[in-house]
Every structure is written in C-alpha cells, then in structure tokens.
C-alpha cells in the first residue's frame, strides 16, 4: 500500500481512539470582552484532563455583544467529564469559585441538552435569602447580590452525553521548534470550529501519556514509545530522524465536530510540509478495545 | 388554510361569552356546528352563527373582526394557536390562558389575561382594571407570560401577579402591582397613587421617576442591572426596541409586608 501524504509529511495509517463523555457549554459575559476572558480562562484553568483536574475544559470562542443573552461582550466555554454528577459538581464549583468572584461577570446556559444541569439553582444559596428570580421568556435567572452589585446566573444549562473527548494528532518533526510551530498553527484551526475545544496549555501537550506505569498507584506514565529521548527501545514508535513529538487533544460535544476538528489540525500542520521540518501525522490509540469512537486519519484527511 | 374568522354583524343585545370560541374546543366541528355555539349570557339564546359571519378554516388561527366592548372572554383558557382580533374586546380577554398568542388591534375591558399561566397577549391600545389580575375563582393573578400594552392600563394593575411580564406603554393607573407577589412590570408612563401596594417580591420597572412613590419603598441607590440588559434583549427579540439601559435606582418594598420586592427607577 502506498504511503499517505500530504505535503511531504506522512499521514500514519492508524487512529485516534477517543471516548464518550458528559458535555456542557455556558456563557460568560462581562463589561469588557477583557473581563469576560478572564473569567472564562480562570473557570477553565487547571482543566487539562479528566486524570487529575476532575474536567477538561476550554474556551470555545469569544462572542460579540449580539450574540449574548444581556448583550454584553462574552466568552462561550465548555466543560466536559466522564459522567453527569461529576460535570455537575465541577460546573457548580468552577463556575462558583471562578465566575461568581469574576467583577462585573454573568453566566448563562449555552447548550440546550437534552438532560440539563443546575447553574443558578445551586449557586443562588449565596444570596442568602437575598436571592431573586426572573423568568424571561421561559427561562430562568437568579439574581444574586454581592459586592460587585448583583451577579445574574441561569437556572440551567444543558447536557449532552453524545459528547467525545480524546480526538488526537501526534506531530513528530526533527526539531522542536518546527513542531511547536506546526502544533500552534493547528490549536489556532482548529479553534475556528464551533463545538470544539484543546483543553491542554495552549491547546498543545508535550507528555502524552499512556495508561498504567511500573511503579503502583501511578494511573498514567510517559508515553515511552513516543518520547524522542528513548528511541533506542524496541518499544519506540518513532524514526531516527524525530527530534520532539507534540500532541494535541480534541475534545467535542459531538463525534462530527471533533473529526472536523481534527481535519483542518492536520491540514494546518501540514500546510508548511516536510520543508518545515515535519515528518510524520500519527495518533494515538489503545488498539481499538477502549474506545468507542475510532477517527481513522486517512478518513481526517479527506 | 385561510383563518377562520368571526366578523360581527351588529352591536349585540347582550354581552357575549366567546370563551368556546377557542382551538382547543372548535377542532373538529364543521361550519354548521360551530354557528350553533351558544354565546348567550343572558336568558335570550344566542349563537355564534346569530352574531357572527363566520368563513374560513383554519381552527389553530382565529380571526375576530368588527368586534366590541361586549365581545367577552375571547381567548379564556387558550391552550394554544393565534387570535387576531380587529376590533375592541371585553372583560377577560385571555383570562386563565396557558399558552398561545393573541394580539388586539383595538381595547380591552376588564381583567385582561386574568390569572393566566402562559402565552403571549398584546393589546395595542388600552385596557380597563386588573389587567393580569385575579380571575374569578383564583388566589393568585398572572401566573407567566407576557402581557403587552400600548396604550393606558386601569388600577390594579397586575394585582397578586405571581410571574411573567406585563409591558404598559402608557400610563397605569392606581395600585400598579397591587399586592404582587413576584413578576415584573414596565411601566414606561408611570403609573398612579400606590403603585407597588403589598408588593412582596416583585419588580416594577419605570422608565422615569414615578410622581407618587409609597412611603414603604427605601432607596438603596443606582446600581448596573444586567437583568435589565436581559430583559431589553428580550423584548427586541419579540420586536420591541424599549430602552432599559443597565443602570437604575433601587427601592426596596413594600416594608409593610415582606419587602423583597423592588422598584427599579431607570437612569
């Protein structure tokens, strides 16, 4: 069989094995389009993977003021998990310890699920009894008085468990600087996708991982056969020339949007091809047995 | 399938209980069976087909035409579907509906959407006492949705409103929001004596400082509102540019009773 190319980078013809997960988006609005942001990336710090921050979760884009409920500038987040009561605690705090303290913010529902999730109803206890609520059109707000003057929060927001986190793309290139550009270039695509989210620094991770370790208790451990300073194993995975592997991490409230997602990434990373010092496109999977949602890259790459 | 429409033949002898005249109970009926209804409220019987031309179809888009102050209860207990009427209309004109549109080119009596838990009801002209108020029967006012007025508003208005938004273009009269127990008012020509009157947690809203305000409402200073920025983009989705900035006085009342409820005085 030929190899696959795009650009004089080889497409590796294997798969992204991703899972199913609980999704939800909310919005965040602000005074300021600065204000909302800060919100919203302090509501999605420390959610890179379900591993050990309890979500994942990220910015999806910023909206302009028509596109908010109070027609103020705001910032669309979303936030998944493995499953619904831990989406409900992680959206409670993080939305009560990130956005409820934000200056000037207000939080709304931005997915209507087909199973909802508390918002307002469990973060207007800090009124105090002081709490109000409005209807407006058939949906619920809370309006809380703090400091800052009143924070208004929806009741609900809504859940999708259709929702698949773990898309991926492993960039290996002959040097970390070609490979740091081709990832940023791709995190910048891919957010251009509605539905879609990079829940890692900059939308990049740099220690992929793989399930187990030697030592016991440790849950997750370095991808070995992808780590450029081990390519002498028999476990290596990678050709002689590869200097620095990335990956990124595609998470999407539907299969659709994190295979459209991974489509314009590869295309991005390849757009500068082999020239730029890229060699190989691959994925990462566990043989196909644990995950239901199997993205094959020659399929992405169409 | 053109709407089925109800014009007025002439100024009738009695009042009229047009309460039947709904989708929910027209569906299924043919021409003939719908011209039998009876609209009597008094001793002489009286059929729609005796005060009505009736023509066209369509059961789920109801057209009243010519009609006046004696046309009652059009639209009472609307489940659902739209009701045009060109004309005037009585007492309790959407009183008790749940969900459903209906739009008046004209005005209403007394007790518009009474009591009603849903839907939408637009009256673009005024509107006697106790619009959103108490149907017979009740304990409660308005119970959600959304009342819109374009002209003047009687006393009472949105007596024990319990939810939903009532919009008074014109002037309201005495006890706006007498004893409301949640929900909001706009009131964008002010209103009379006592407004807010028992209000336990609900909202008006004025467009300018009301002339008479109670002695049981205690300033608490102009603040940013974002539910009044929702609220305003709500109301330009359903075609209404009113202007709610996000900055208002707060009045917190009325004190003689629970005193949760607030009057919001836009700046």
Known sequence: MPELKV??????????????????RVIITAPTAEWAMISARTMTGFATSVIACGAEGGIERTLSKSETPDGRPGVAVLLFTMDANMLQTQLRNRVGQCVLTSPGSACYAGLKGEKSLKLGSSLRFFGDGWQMSKV????????????????????KTGMTTKAVGGGNLLVVGKSHKAVLAACTRAVKAMAEVPDVITPFPGGIVRSGSKVGSKYAGQIASTNHAYAPGLKWHADSELPPSAEAVLEIVIDGLTADAVHE????????????????????????????NL???????????G | MSALSFELKGRPEQRLDL?????SRLDGLNRKEIEALSVATTREALTVGDAFKVKGRDVQNLHFVGTDDRCDKIGA?????????DGDVG??????????????????GVSVGASMSGGEISVRRDVGDQAGGVAFGETFGMKGGFISIGGDAGSLLGERLRRGLIVVGGKAGDYAGGRMVAGTLLLRGGAGRYAGYGNRRGSLIFADKPRHLMPTYVDSGVMEFDYLRLLETWLREQGMRIRLGGRARRLMGDMAVLGKGEMLILE
């Open chain 1, 7 to 24: 650009k004089g980078v080889t497409i590796v013809e294997t798969f992204a094995e991703a899972f199913p997960m609980v999704g939800t």
């Open chain 1, 136 to 155: 407006i059109g058939g949906r619920r707000y809370w309006r809380i008085p703090v400091m800052g003057g009143e924070f208004v929060c929806e009741e």
């Open chain 1, 261 to 288: 997602a991974m489509h314009e990434g590869l295309h991005a990373i390849a757009k500068g091809g082999a020239r730029e010092g890229i060699t190989h496109i691959t994925a990462g999977n566990y043989g196909g």
């Open chain 1, 291 to 301: 995950g239901p949602h199997h993205f094959h890259l020659k399929e992405i790459v």
């Open chain 2, 19 to 23: 309460s039947s005249l709904v989708p």
């Open chain 2, 77 to 85: 207990k609307l489940a659902g579907g739209e009701i045009v009427v």
């Open chain 2, 91 to 108: 007492m309790l004109l959407g009183a008790q509906m749940k969900r459903g549109k209906i739009a008046v080119d004209g005005s209403a």
